[in-house]
């Protein structure tokens, strides 16, 4: 069933919907659990979107195993999502930013307030990003030790490589899941794949875990697949690689993978000659977690970064 979550005035007679698509059982109860899964904050991310087709797709193939109400809101940022934009256009913004909104703001502000009163109260809310369109992540959940406790079992039971939790808080104040947080529903953000792109088998992986939490949360009693048990960062030293010179840069190991101490992972080079500008090396030994996608880069710029430890 197709709801309007939120709806303002454009210019020219148009108008910013933001919809969702609720299934549920045919015969409720009134003691149903809540999942709401969101994704498309930012245009450029759209590894949420193919997730969100695979959770409608099986969920309706195996409409019979459904106990609770799946709540899919595939694009949050639906003119970013169709303007290839990060942020929201003519508002010049990144709406996730701007959470928890209000009613008698700006239209970004009202679409926000809309937003957050429609999650509240779920049990549930899965906020799915994909990386940005500079590097490539494996899945992961992002999360704060302040909120460690209470999603890390949903975490473990959503199929990811990656659980990294931070001392510090994860997401500023503005942002859906810690405005969702602080509301008392549990909100894991996931992050993957790279912006701009599908990673099918990554889609696939978390539509998986998604299944296994909805059976955690009694929404699902239908079979589901056994989930990989992630790695949980909460104290290991994770080394940023950093470009030392302007160029472009070319890899030379493959993403997610044990790297050791000052082992040559790419090197930049400068188009005009050919030569190579910089040699990088990994600043310390463990899992290559992050590595950089676009391979055009400024000093500074990130290439990569290792979770410090022996995996795999």
């Not at 969702?20 to 450029?44: A, F, S």
């Not at 959503?158 to 510090?168: G, M, P």
Request: net charge negative; with cysteine; aromatic share 6%.
């Amino acid at each position: 069933m197709i709801k309007k979550v939120a709806s303002v005035g454009l210019p020219v007679d148009e108008r910013l919907n933001i919809l969702k698509n609720r299934i549920q059982p045919e015969v409720l109860t009134g003691t149903e659990k809540r999942i709401c899964v969101v994704t498309g904050t930012h245009g450029d991310e759209l590894e949420g979107q193919y997730v969100c087709c695979l959770l409608n797709r099986m969920i309706e193939e195996h409409k019979e195993c459904l106990k609770g109400i799946v709540d899919i809101y595939p694009a949050l940022n639906p003119l970013g999502v169709d303007s290839i934009t990060r942020g929201m256009p003519m508002f010049d913004l990144d709406m996730n930013r701007i959470f928890p909104g209000t009613e008698e703001g700006s239209p970004a502000e009202y679409v926000a307030y809309k937003i957050i009163q429609d999650i509240e109260g779920a049990d549930l809310c899965i906020d799915i990003h994909a990386s940005n369109i500079f590097l490539r992540e494996i899945p992961q959940v992002r999360m704060s030790e302040q909120t460690a406790e209470s999603l890390l079992p949903y975490a473990r039971n959503l199929n990811i490589d990656f659980v990294w939790i931070h001392a510090a808080a994860t997401v500023l104040e503005s942002t859906l899941a810690h405005s969702l947080n602080t509301r008392g529903v549990p909100t894991l953000v996931v992050e993957m794949g790279v912006g701009m792109r599908i990673t099918e088998s990554y889609c696939s992986q978390l539509a998986d875990g998604i299944f296994c939490v909805m059976k955690q949360l009694g929404i699902w009693d239908g079979p589901v697949a056994e989930v990989k048990e992630p790695i949980v960062s909460r104290d290991k030293e994770v080394g940023f690689l950093n470009a030392e010179a302007p160029g472009l840069f070319i890899p030379c190991v493959e993403h997610w993978i044990n790297v050791e101490k000052d082992e040559v992972i790419g090197h930049i080079y400068n188009p005009l000659d050919g030569t190579v500008l910089s040699e990088v090396k990994a600043p310390i030994h463990g899992m290559l977690f992050t590595l950089r996608e676009y391979p055009m880069v400024s000093v500074g710029s990130l290439l990569a970064r290792v979770l410090g430890g022996d995996f795999r």
